[in-house]
């Protein structure tokens, strides 16, 4: 068996640098607790920022679902018939974001893939910012497009890379296309340095050099917003940028990804995006589901979650003040810097019985190691305080530099 005898080497070299990662089974629905391995531990590790993961009413769609509709898809929805559950989706997404149409993807990383690669290709080029999640990174190499990457959230770096994308190519270049298609790729809120995006004088920018915009609204949908459609709608720029996307698995509580955007857009991917194309339809109770959070999210209860939420990322910014006057997100990076560091001291905080997940290369460079704090509306206010204490406590410890965001945002 060469092939163990070198995944041992590699697995060893991963534990030896602190960058091994293992499954932690837990006994217990999602939660603002978890039992794992015998301990109930207070759950800050979950993106169901507004608890409704286990919440009556999306369970309630998702049974009702499964009595009309069974549990499996029976294959892609071009092939076997398109189930209603997700026309339904489809349409509740359109009506919550302001959009023509909408499209529901399995996953948001197949969102990704399957996006942006039917719509570029190599004559193309695509600009990422440098954070942006795995997904997109993985879609702009499997696209074949031309990639740059700009400096975080930096838009002066970005008006340089426009630039160069779009200067004008003399007839004697031998390139084919005078003028590539540009697509620029962010994400809404930075779920990994928690931190927003400079969304306005973004899409004034990309305008101007008449280049596409694609927003990853994951970590905003659901909590930005009077209705909470995400940063793009709050911000009033959401019918200005070409592709939004997001997930059905973070604030919404269920599972999936979608695409909103022109009836042009969803017409096109149906017939181009290979993730849609080639793969089954998520089951039906899923799509239901996912439907009642979309609906949910919008009603005051729903409302009252988003406050309830809020209310909480004051109270720990208010122990751990974002730096530069930033507003503070849901999610709060600790940052220790070395790996071995960061695992250390999520073994202290576990002791302590709290959940809190060490992020590690590759997730965040190499010497970023961090633990990440979620809060969720389903928590209590008392977990919050205990968290904040017995940080206070522990972190001087672990680290030499106190709680330290990521570099402040451009104005
Ligand atoms: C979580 C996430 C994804 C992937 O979504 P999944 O549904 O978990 O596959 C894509 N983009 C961003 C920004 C995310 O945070």
């Given amino acids: 068996m060469r092939l163990n005898s070198l995944l041992e080497t590699r697995l060893a070299d991963l534990h030896a640098a602190g960058l091994l990662r293992e499954l932690r089974r837990v006994d217990s629905p999602t939660g603002p607790h978890l039992q794992l391995g015998g301990q109930r531990l207070h759950n800050f590790a979950s993106n169901d920022y507004l608890g409704l993961a286990n919440h009556p009413v999306l369970r309630e769609a998702a049974i009702k679902a499964i009595e009309r509709f069974g549990i499996g898809s029976g294959g ?19 009506d919550f974001k302001g959009t023509e149409a909408a499209l529901s993807f399995a996953s948001g ?60 190519r003399p007839a004697s270049s031998g390139e084919r296309h005078p003028r590539p298609n540009v697509l620029v790729v962010t994400e809404s809120v930075f779920s990994m340095d928690g931190d927003g995006v400079p969304l306005r004088e973004m899409v004034a920018l990309k305008e101007r050099f008449g280049a596409w915009l694609m927003l990853d609204e994951a970590h905003a949908t659901g909590l930005y917003g009077e209705r909470g459609q995400g940063l793009a709608n709050a911000q009033g720029v959401a019918d200005r940028i070409e592709i939004q996307m997001g997930t059905l698995g973070k604030a919404l509580g269920v599972s999936g990804g979608y695409i909103v955007g022109s009836r042009k857009l ?30 949910y999210v919008q009603t005051p209860a729903g409302q009252a979650l988003r406050h309830q939420l ?48 060490a992020i ?42 106190k709680i330290d965001h990521a570099p402040p945002r451009p104005t």
């Fill in 266 to 295: 969803v017409d096109y991917l149906v017939n181009r995006a290979r993730s849609f194309i080639f793969s089954t339809a998520p089951p039906p109770a899923v799509a239901a589901a996912a439907t009642a959070a979309v609906r």
């Fill in 76 to 94: 892609s929805r071009l092939m076997g018939g398109s189930l209603a559950p997700h026309h339904e989706l489809e349409a509740a997404l359109a």
């Fill in 310 to 357: 809020w209310a909480y990322v004051r109270a720990l910014a208010s122990h751990f003040p974002p730096p530069g006057g930033r507003p503070p997100i849901a999610i709060f990076p600790v940052i220790v810097g070395d790996e071995a560091a960061a695992v250390a001291l999520f073994a202290a905080l576990r002791e302590r019985g709290f959940f809190v997940p």
């Fill in 109 to 168: 990383y197949a969102t990704a893939v399957g996006t942006i690669s039917a719509l570029l290709g190599k004559d193309d080029v695509i600009i990422l910012d440098k954070l942006v999640h795995a997904s997109l990174v993985d879609a702009a190499r499997l696209c074949g497009a031309k990639i740059r990457v700009y400096k975080h959230n930096d838009l002066a770096d970005l008006e340089r890379i426009l630039q160069w994308a779009t200067r004008p």
């Fill in 360 to 401: 590690r290369y590759p997730t965040v460079a190499r010497g970023a190691a961090r633990l990440r704090i979620t809060l969720t509306a389903a928590h209590a206010a008392e977990d919050i305080t205990a968290l904040a204490d017995t940080l206070r406590l522990l972190l001087p410890r672990f680290s030499q530099r």
